[in-house]
C-alpha cells in the first residue's frame, strides 16, 4: 500500500518536473536510470555482476541512430530496433557468459564488450571517434512532433514507466523468485529442479534488451550516439549508479543515476569543478559509499524506515 | 498645430526605428559567450583552464562590454564526451540564452554542438578540435573553425619535409579513422611533391608501449617517420623513438598532430629534431610576445595554438557585433566572414564561407636542448606556409555553402 502511495507521488513529480526543471537535463536522467534498473535486475536480483553492459547500451544507441537518419523510419521502429539488436547481442554475450561464475563471469562479459567497442571504433556507420551525428527526433506514431522537448519528455517519461514497470513484474514474479535463489545459493536452486541457465540467460537477455532500450532512447533524446557509450567507463558507471543508489532495490538504480547525472551535470560547469574535477569527486562519493553505507542511498533509506516502524 | 503634427509624426517615426533597432540588437541585453572545453582529462593542458584565461582576457580588453552591453562568460567541462557537450549547449541555448559556444576539443563534441548550433542559430567558434570534416561536409552556417585543422598539419608538415629532401617515410598510425586518415593525407601530399611511403604500421588505440613499432619503423631505412596520431600516442611514440636513439640514427620525426604543450612536457632532450606544423608561436615576432608574456603572466605557461586562438577569435567575433550592432548568429558570422583578420595571432587571416579561418601556418622543428636559449624556447620556425597552400582548397571542398562556379 506504502509502495502504490510512493509510486503515485513520484509519477506525479515526474509529470510536473519538465515545468520545474530543463527537460532534457530529465529525460537523460531517465534513460540512465531505465539503463541502471536494466543493470539491476542482473545484478541485485540474479546476483550476476556483467561488466559489459556499455555494448548493449551502446549498440542500441548506434543502431536506432542509423536506423532513423540512415533509413529514415519512424521514431518508435528506430527504439525497437535497437532493443531488438541489444537483445541479440545479449543472448549472444549471455550464452557464452553464464557457463562461469562470479570474477570469469564478469571477465568474459568485459572482453566481449571490449570487442563491440573496437568493433564499433572501426566499423564506417558510427563514425569512429567522431560519433554518429544529427539523428532525427521525428514524430511518435507519426502524430507527436517530438522536436519539442517537452513532447519527447512525455514520451522518454512513458517507456521508462513500461520499463520500470516490466522490471518490478519480473523481480515479483515466480521467475524473480527464482532468480533470487539462484542469487542466494546457486546449488540448492539446480538440486530443487530448476535449470539455472536458462533462468540466467533470460534474465541476461532481459536486462541487455531493456539496456538497449535506454540506449536507443538517448540516442533519439541528444540526437548523438557516442563512442564513449560503448566504452568500458559506462560500464563501470551503471555500476556506480546502482550500488550509489541501492543494489537490489527497485528504486535505488532510479536514485543513484539521477544522482549522478545531476552531479556530471552540476560539476561541469560549477565552481567547484575548476578546482576538483567532476570524475575525482564522483570516485570519492564511490569510495564513501562503498565504506559508509554499503546498502546504497535507498538501502540505508528503507532500512531506517524498517528500524523505526518496528520500534514504533 | 502644422508644427506639432510634424513633431508628433517624427516623434513616433523616431520610436519605431529605435523600436526596431532595439529588436535587432543584443538579445537579452548581455553578451554571453559559452566555453565548452576539456578543464580536467588529457587535453586540458593544451586548451581548458588557459583557454578559460584566454577567453578572460578577451573580455578584459574590450572592457567587459561590447555594443554597449556586458559580456557573460560560462564555462564547462566537457569532458570530451559528446553526449555532456551537446546536453549542456543545449541548455545553454534555451535556458542561459548563451550567444556563442566557444573552443570544443575534441571532434565529437565540436560536431555534436554544431548540430544543436544548426537548430538554434548559435555562434560556434571552435579552436581545439581539429578534422576538416567541421567545415568540409559538415560546415554550417554559423560554425566558424579558428585555429587549425588536420588537412593543414598534415599538409604543411608533409610537403615542407619532402621539399626538405626527406623523401622516404613510414608511417606510425593509431588504429582508428583518424589516425588513418591522417596517414591517407599525409601519403598523398608526400607522394605528389615525388616522396615515397616505404610502409606503415597500425598500432592500437590507445597505446602505451612502442617499441615494436618504432623498431619496425627504423628497420624500414625510411628518411621520415611519420606519427600518423595524437595526444599520449604521440608523445609515447616520441619517448620509445627517443630510446632507441632514432633522431641520433639520422631519421627524422614528423608529427602530424603536436602542441608546444606535448613539447613542454616531454622536454627538449627527448622532443629535440621532431618536425611539426603548427598555428601559432609565441616566439614568432613582438605582436605575439607582446600577447603571450601577458598570458605568461597570469598562467605560468605560453599559450598553445588553441589557447591564442580562442582570444583572437573572440576578438574578431565582438568587433563584429560592434561593427553590426547585434549579436544575432547569423547576421555576426555574416559579418565576421566579410572582416579580413589580422591581429597578433593570424597573418593574411580570412573567413572562407565554409567557415573556415584560413591563415598563415608556421613549419617548425623543435630544437636541441643546446640551441634552446631560455625556457619555452622550443621551436626554430623553418617555413611560412601561406594560408591558401596549407588549407583544402575551396574547389575540393564539399561544404554545401560553397557555390561552385
Known amino acids: 500500500m506504502y509502495q502504490k502511495a510512493l509510486y503515485t507521488a513520484l509519477l506525479l513529480l515526474g509529470l510536473v518536473a519538465p515545468y520545474a526543471i530543463y527537460p532534457v537535463f530529465l529525460m537523460k536522467v531517465l534513460c540512465f536510470a531505465l539503463f541502471a534498473c536494466a543493470f539491476n535486475l542482473l545484478l541485485g536480483f540474479a546476483g550476476l555482476l556483467s561488466f559489459g553492459h556499455a555494448a548493449f547500451f551502446g549498440l542500441a544507441g548506434y543502431v536506432c541512430g542509423h536506423v532513423l537518419k540512415v533509413w529514415g523510419l519512424p521514431t518508435e521502429l528506430g527504439l525497437i530496433v535497437g532493443t531488438l539488436a541489444a537483445g541479440a547481442l545479449g543472448l549472444a554475450v549471455g550464452a557464452l557468459a553464464i557457463r562461469r561464475q562470479g570474477i570469469y563471469f564478469a571477465m568474459i562479459t568485459l572482453a566481449l564488450s571490449q570487442m563491440v567497442y573496437f568493433f564499433f571504433l572501426q566499423a564506417p556507420f558510427t563514425g569512429g571517434e567522431n560519433g554518429l551525428q544529427g539523428v532525427p527526433r521525428g514524430h511518435f506514431l507519426g502524430v507527436v512532433d517530438l522536436r519539442s522537448d517537452l513532447a519527447l519528455y512525455y514520451v522518454v517519461l512513458a517507456v521508462f514507466v513500461a520499463g520500470f514497470w516490466l522490471v518490478q513484474r519480473t523481480v515479483d514474479s515466480p521467475f524473480g523468485q527464482v532468480l533470487k535463489a539462484i542469487r542466494e545459493n546457486e546449488p540448492r536452486a539446480i538440486s530443487l529442479g530448476y535449470e539455472v541457465d536458462r533462468y540466467k540467460l533470460v534474465a541476461f537477455v532481459l536486462s541487455a534488451s531493456l539496456a538497449g532500450l535506454a540506449g536507443a532512447l538517448k540516442s533519439v533524446v541528444l540526437q548523438l550516439a557516442s563512442l564513449g557509450d560503448a566504452h568500458w567507463h559506462m560500464s563501470g558507471e551503471v555500476v556506480l549508479m546502482t550500488l550509489l543508489g541501492g543494489m537490489g532495490t527497485i528504486l535505488g538504480p532510479v536514485v543513484g543515476a539521477a544522482t549522478v547525472v545531476t552531479l556530471q551535470n552540476y560539476l561541469a560547469s560549477s565552481p567547484i569543478g575548476s578546482y576538483v574535477p567532476a570524475p575525482v569527486v564522483l570516485g570519492v562519493i564511490f569510495v564513501l559509499c562503498v565504506l559508509a553505507f554499503r546498502r546504497g542511498i535507498v538501502g540505508e533509506l528503507a532500512a531506517l524506515v524498517r528500524k523505526n516502524l518496528n520500534l514504533g | 498645430m502644422h508644427f506639432a503634427r510634424t513633431l508628433a509624426a517624427t ?23 559559452g566555453i565548452l572545453t576539456d578543464l580536467s582529462g588529457t587535453y586540458s593542458d593544451l586548451a581548458g583552464p588557459g583557454v578559460v584565461v584566454a577567453a578572460e582576457m578577451a573580455i578584459a580588453d574590450v572592457g567587459g562590454k561590447v555594443a554597449g552591453k556586458p559580456v557573460v562568460l560560462l564555462k564547462a567541462d566537457h569532458q570530451n564526451k559528446a553526449d555532456i557537450a551537446a546536453n549542456k549547449a543545449r541548455e545553454w541555448g534555451d535556458v542561459e540564452k548563451v550567444d556563442a559556444y566557444v573552443d570544443l576539443v575534441t571532434t565529437s563534441t565540436a560536431l555534436a554542438v554544431m548540430e544543436i548550433a544548426k537548430q538554434n542559430q548559435k555562434v560556434v567558434l571552435i579552436s581545439g578540435a581539429g578534422s576538416s570534416r567541421i567545415t568540409n561536409e559538415d560546415c554550417n552556417p554559423t560554425t566558424v573553425h579558428w585555429t587549425y585543422d588536420t588537412y593543414a598539419l598534415a599538409k604543411g608538415t608533409g610537403s615542407a619535409v619532402v621539399k626538405e629532401g626527406g623523401k622516404t617515410w613510414f608511417f606510425l598510425t593509431a588504429d582508428y579513422a583518424f589516425g588513418q586518415n591522417l596517414q591517407k593525407d599525409v601519403a598523398a601530399v608526400v607522394e605528389a611533391n615525388g616522396g615515397k611511403v616505404l610502409g606503415a604500421v597500425k598500432h592500437p588505440f590507445p597505446a602505451s608501449d612502442f617499441s615494436s613499432f618504432i623498431l619496425q619503423a627504423q628497420a624500414s631505412g625510411a628518411q621520415v617517420i611519420g606519427l600518423a596520431n595524437a595526444g599520449s600516442d604521440t608523445t609515447n611514440a616520441i619517448k620509445a623513438a627517443n630510446e632507441f636513439g632514432v633522431v641520433q640514427g639520422g631519421q627524422k620525426l614528423a608529427g602530424l598532430l603536436v602542441f608546444i604543450s606535448d613539447v613542454h612536457s616531454l622536454g627538449l632532450p627527448v622532443a629535440q629534431g621532431l618536425t611539426l606544423t603548427t598555428g601559432f608561436y609565441w616566439d614568432y615576432d613582438d605582436k605575439t610576445r607582446e600577447w603571450s608574456k601577458r598570458f605568461f603572466d597570469k598562467t605560468g605557461k605560453m599559450p598553445t595554438m588553441v589557447q591564442a586562438g580562442v582570444y583572437s577569435s573572440l576578438m574578431h567575433y565582438f568587433k563584429a557585433i560592434e561593427a553590426t550592432g547585434s549579436d544575432d548568429g547569423p547576421t555576426v558570422v555574416k559579418k565576421m566572414k566579410e572582416t579580413p583578420v589580422e591581429d597578433f595571432f593570424a597573418r593574411n587571416g580570412k573567413i572562407r564561407e565554409d ?42 571542398s564539399k561544404c554545401p555553402l560553397v557555390k561552385k562556379s
Open chain 2, 11 to 33: 516623434a513616433v517615426t523616431v520610436a519605431l526605428t529605435a523600436g526596431a533597432a532595439a529588436h535587432a540588437a543584443i538579445s537579452d541585453d548581455a553578451v554571453k559567450i
Open chain 2, 355 to 396: 567557415g573556415r579561418m584560413v591563415h598563415d601556418m608556421y613549419l617548425a622543428e623543435v630544437k636541441k636542448p643546446a640551441e634552446s636559449k631560455a625556457p619555452w624556447d622550443y621551436y626554430k620556425i623553418l617555413r611560412v606556409i601561406p594560408g591558401d597552400e596549407a588549407y583544402l582548397p575551396l574547389a575540393e
